[in-house]
């Protein structure tokens, strides 16, 4: 593919000065509405810490969110920031909800006990993923909106993937950053778009023999769904596929038979 139009895109943008991340940005909260959905009535309600979220994500929190709420659910979000999320998480979820947030910087202890739980630590930390989750008695929710590095999201998925319950979810956020040198992104070897191309790979490892290459994933990754800039990994114990055919190659109806007449059948 010709490298051409993002070099001039890139050009264009910077001309022009505004940042990529600016262009988007809307001047003002929208008005609560009785049509809003209630996470979205939810977000834009807030009036304590900052959350940051792009508005297309609403609706797609509530759709793999949704039979969670009121639950005892186990969600764990990469990336405290100013703890804004997490307590739309438990706005959302519900008091039964077992939420923790993880995140490198110190001072994101402050939110600790405020929505859930907050533990300082790497999302590429595997020893220290693998001990916050056993701290939550399992995970049922990953939500990587961590650091947003190729690399650390992998590194993430690795460890947090086999640990997520069988039924479970992975959502990564902002994956568009996959453009930018500045996360791995354009031409490392660490892009996210290169990892997306393989798990697709390997969920339909049934149809070619180069095998399972993301070992985190392997036999379990039952639907990937790639939204703008959010993908959803979902787990499940993935069966051979089958396939059977249905029905008469003429796509004729075998002719009715029609009631059978008393009188007839008797001699
Ligand atoms: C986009 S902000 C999170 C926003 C928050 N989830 C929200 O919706 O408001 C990203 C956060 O990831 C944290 N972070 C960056 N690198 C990290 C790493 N390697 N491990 C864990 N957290 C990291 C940053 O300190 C920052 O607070």
Request: hydrophobic share 40%; glycine share 10%; proline share 4%.
């Amino acid at each position: 593919m010709s490298r051409l139009p993002l070099i001039l895109s890139d050009l264009k943008r910077r001309l022009s000065g505004v940042s990529r991340l600016r262009q988007y940005m809307l001047d003002s909260p929208l008005p609560v509405t009785p049509q809003m959905s209630d996470l979205e009535r939810i977000f834009w309600s807030t009036d304590g810490n900052v959350v940051h979220k792009w508005l297309h994500y609403l609706p797609l929190y509530e759709r793999y969110l949704a039979r969670y709420r009121g639950t005892k659910v186990r969600m764990l979000e990469i990336g405290v920031y100013k703890g804004g999320s997490l307590h739309l998480w438990r706005e959302y979820l519900g008091p039964q909800a077992v939420i923790y947030g993880i995140d490198i910087n110190p001072d994101c202890a402050a939110f600790d006990g405020i929505d859930g739980q907050v533990r300082i630590g790497s999302q590429a930390d595997a020893a220290f993923l693998a001990g916050v989750i056993r701290e939550m008695g399992g995970v049922d929710v990953v939500l990587d909106d961590g650091s947003h590095m190729g690399r650390h999201i992998r590194a993430s998925l690795d460890t947090l993937f086999p640990l997520l319950a069988d039924d479970g979810l992975y959502l990564i956020e902002d994956v568009h950053t996959a453009y930018s040198r500045r996360y791995d992104g354009r031409f490392s070897r660490h892009n996210f778009m290169r990892l997306l191309g393989r798990l697709t790979d390997d969920m339909h490892h049934w149809y070619h023999s180069a095998g399972q290459r993301i070992a985190a994933t392997a036999d379990h990754l039952i639907g990937l769904h790639i939204h703008d800039s959010l993908v959803v990994l979902e787990k499940g114990r993935k069966e051979k596929p089958a396939h059977i055919q249905v029905g008469r190659e003429d796509g004729r109806k075998p002719a009715a038979a029609g009631p059978r007449k008393e009188a007839e059948a008797q001699p």
